[in-house]
Every structure is written in C-alpha cells, then in structure tokens.
C-alpha cells in the first residue's frame, strides 16, 4: 500500500501506520487498546492530591501577569484549583460544553498517529501518571500536571480549540511525507512554548512554560533570548532542545492568526521542499526574521542547565 493510501482523510477512523513512516518504537501495553485509551483514570492517593495542589499554588504565584489571558481564563472556567488531580470525566463533561474537547488519560507516551488521530477528532490524550517530591521542580517526560494544568486551560478559547484540532489533521500530512520532525517544532514553539503579544504586553500560552516554575519569567523578561514574530515554514525548520530553557522564543499577535497560519499553510507543499533534518540552529536569528528582541544569549553560551548558569 502506498503511503498516501494508508493515510486517508476521513479522521474519525485511526490511521493505519505504513511500515516506510518512521516513528519512535514503542510497546503498547496489554490493558490498553489500538487507541492506546486507559480503561481509566488512575486513582490517586491523598499524598499525589496534594502535590497537585502545591503545584498549582506555585504557579499561581507566577503566572497572573505572565499567562496569556485565555489560559488564566480557562483556569476559571474550570476550577482546576478545587482541589487535587482533577477528574476527567468532569473536567471532559465542562470542556465538552465549552469547545467540544475531552480529555482521554493515556500512558506516558503514545504513537504519533495516536497523538494527531486524537486531537484531530478534538480529544487532548492526558498523561495519568503525577511527579513525585523528588521530581517535584522539574521531569523528563510530561505527568497529568504538566499536561491537564499546562495544555488543558487553553482548549477552552475556541480559536486555539480549532488550532489544536488542525495541528492534528495536519499530522496526517507529515507522516505522508515522513516529515513529522519539521511538525514537531511547529507543536514545540507554539502549544509547548509559544508567547502572546497582548495589550498589556507580552504573555505566554505555551504549556512547557506554563507548567513549571523556571520559564515564564525566563521566557517573558530574561535578556538572553531571541523573540521573534511567529512565521510557520520558518519554525518548521527549526531545531529544539528538549532538556533545558528554550534559546528562541516565537510570538504571535494572536490565536486567530495562528490558525490562519496553519489552516491555510499549504503543507504538502512545504513538506515536498523540506529536507529531512533541521536548517536553522535554535539560537538562530534568519534574514527573514521579525525580531522582536535580538537575545544576548548569554545564558546558553554559558552552557545552559548543568552549567551553573544563572537564566538571565
Ligand atoms: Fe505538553
């Protein structure tokens, strides 16, 4: 079969994977099914209940200011701060009123496919498992804090709704053309790590930072690094760190025009024209770039986390 064939675009059914598209090898466990859907939450003991709530009044001490308002609104919406992990039966029920989304628990990491077969059809996959004490500032792989706290609020603003749900659809498309490293970053500098010019000033919607205590102040008001207006094939063409704080910021003006940009990005275009690995380094700035503000970059050529350099 052809890679196209077995990706058809009706998104209500899950995407058969052809054996050409490379994705990270991972063993699905036996309680779950193709869908890689949890029977259920896991229920959490009063000791995991509480580091939900430390966690959310820590942040709460950092983002009124620093969030973008749609995400500190979608915390209102719904309370998040009731107490403990929320449930998502609940928490689908009120979402589902909102911008039609759920929240399904999955484990730690699912299959790309999965991933975009998900939110193409306007369900976030939520990661069930919480950190612990130890892992309490910062972790590896993304727990139900990171993933209902960080990503979740933000499904309630319609056109960022919309956005997700294309992001998903778009999915279909790089896995056609082998490409879903190049849609990787798009996800990364948006959902994960985007920023927002509002009119009070600059703010962040991405989840990676505001899920966790370092970024948000890093992000908005260090001098170290690069903002630059938001331009599609360009950020698709460039490459992350996973580990530490992001050198390169992406702004936009607003959710409309991020969904504008992607909607109508013609992706097999960009994908026939993309080589497989990255061009730009993350600490880039391009010609083309709109720059906001040009970093010093002070604190990754210090080396960044492990170095003992100080996120200025
Ligand atoms: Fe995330």
Avoid: C
Avoid at 17 to 44: I, K, N, S
Avoid at 70 to 97: N, T
Avoid at 192 to 219: D, H, M, N, Q
Avoid at 265 to 289: K, Q, S
Wanted: proline content about 6%; hydrophobic content about 40%; cysteine-free.
């Amino acid at each position: 079969m052809s890679i196209a064939a077995g990706l058809a675009s009706d998104y209500r059914l899950l995407p058969e994977l052809p054996a050409d598209v490379f994705t990270a090898p991972l063993r699905r466990p036996a309680r779950v099914g193709e869908d890689w859907v949890e029977p259920a939450q896991r229920a959490y003991g009063a000791d995991e209940d509480r580091i939900w709530d430390d966690l959310f009044a820590r942040q709460m001490d950092i983002l009124p200011g620093r969030a973008a308002s749609a995400f500190l609104r979608g915390l209102d919406k719904l309370d998040l701060g009731r107490g403990g992990v929320p449930d998502f039966g609940r928490l689908s029920q009120e979402l589902d009123a909102l911008t039609g989304w759920r929240v399904v628990p999955v484990p730690m990491l699912i299959p790309d496919h999965v991933f975009f077969w998900h939110l193409a059809n306007r369900r976030f996959p939520a990661g069930n498992f919480i950190r612990t004490r130890e892992t309490f500032d910062y972790i590896e792989e993304p727990d139900v804090f990171h993933d209902v706290f960080g990503h979740v609020p933000m499904l309630t603003d319609p056109t960022y709704a919309d956005y997700m749900q294309e992001y998903g659809r778009a999915g279909w498309k790089a896995m056609r053309h082998n490409r879903l490293k190049a849609l990787g970053a798009l996800y990364w500098y948006t959902v994960e790590f985007g920023l927002i010019e509002e009119e009070a000033g600059l703010r962040a919607y991405g989840a990676g930072i505001l899920s966790g205590p370092a970024e948000a102040v890093f992000a908005l008001e260090a001098a170290s690094p690069n903002r630059i207006y938001l331009n599609v094939d360009r950020v698709m063409r460039t490459d992350y760190v996973i580990d530490d704080l992001q050198p390169t910021y992406f702004v936009i003006e607003s959710f409309r025009d991020l969904y504008h940009q992607t909607v109508e990005r013609d992706f097999d275009r960009l994908y026939r024209g993309l080589g497989p690995g990255f061009t730009y380094a993350n600490t880039a700035v391009i010609d083309i770039d709109n720059v906001l503000h040009r970093g010093t970059l002070e604190y990754h050529l210090r080396g960044g986390r492990g170095s003992g350099a100080v996120p200025v």
